[in-house]
């Protein structure tokens, strides 16, 4: 059965990756919304070039946004924002972007490989599998991998992901919660373009009671002398 390993572009999921050794039988995949940090594709790229093995990239399009992809496809027809209600940009951007890719390669019966951590099992027992008849692993987990046996892993490496936790997947993803994104858009107001555009070209809010627009001019009168690093995510992302 092939392997397909999901890499999100973080620090977990490469390292679980690489552990696994791919061969070339097996399939790398990152289903790319568009909205990630610079340094997790410059990650990416490097990821390539020095463990020796092609990462796959599926993004969504659709016909009518054409010229564009992931977010920006899928906000731009549907005029539709995501929220932490109805997340569907997680189904759209990853789930369905990678059941098209996978299809006409393997087919839906394949082994999957998520990079869920040891000191995660909430998220591992929380897992459901969208392909029916598929094996789903979680190597990390099984060989207790821990964050900091991740953050171990990466100081080994001539290369590494060069962007605190807090901004991996989508930038400013409104999942993080607007503290974190207030911290996020003093230190990288100019983050907030494209999701300031998303809510003016729509007409809606990614937030029930406050604009992108409002959470940077809040930004820019915090001062900066806070830790990145120690920032987490209001809600569990599972585009990772």
């Known amino acids: 059965m092939t392997r397909v390993f999901n890499l999100s572009g973080g620090k977990s999921s490469a390292c679980m990756t690489i ?6 039988d097996d399939i790398v995949l990152f289903t790319d919304t568009g909205r990630e940090h610079p340094a997790t594709y410059k990650f990416l790229d490097e990821i390539e070039k020095q463990e020796g093995f092609k990462i796959h990239r599926a993004a969504y399009t659709h016909r ?4 564009l992809a992931g977010f920006d496809a899928l906000t731009n027809w549907k005029r539709y924002l995501p929220n932490r209600v109805r997340r569907i940009c997680t189904v759209e951007l990853k789930i369905l972007v990678a059941r098209r890719y996978l299809r006409p390669l393997i087919g839906l019966r394949f082994e999957q490989y998520i990079g869920f951590r040891a000191d995660e099992q909430r998220r591992d027992s929380n897992y459901r599998s969208t392909y029916k008849g598929t094996v789903t692993r979680f190597p990390l987990h099984e060989k207790g991998i821990t ?13 590494t992901l060069e962007i605190p936790p807090i901004l991996g997947n989508c930038d400013l993803c409104f999942l993080k919660g607007k503290n974190s994104i207030i911290k996020l858009m003093a230190l990288y107001p100019e983050l907030a373009d494209k999701w300031i555009t998303d809510e003016k070209r729509s007409g809606n809010t990614f937030f ?12 820019k009168g915090r001062h900066k002398d806070f830790n990145l690093e120690e920032a987490q995510p209001a809600y569990t992302c599972h585009c990772n």
């Open 147 to 159: 964050k900091a046996m991740v953050d171990a892993f990466w100081l080994s490496k001539p290369y």
């Open 64 to 67: 009518r946004s054409p010229g």
């Open 19 to 24: 552990l696994e050794k791919p061969t070339r």
């Open 208 to 219: 029930p009671d406050v604009s992108y627009e409002q959470l940077l001019a809040i930004a």
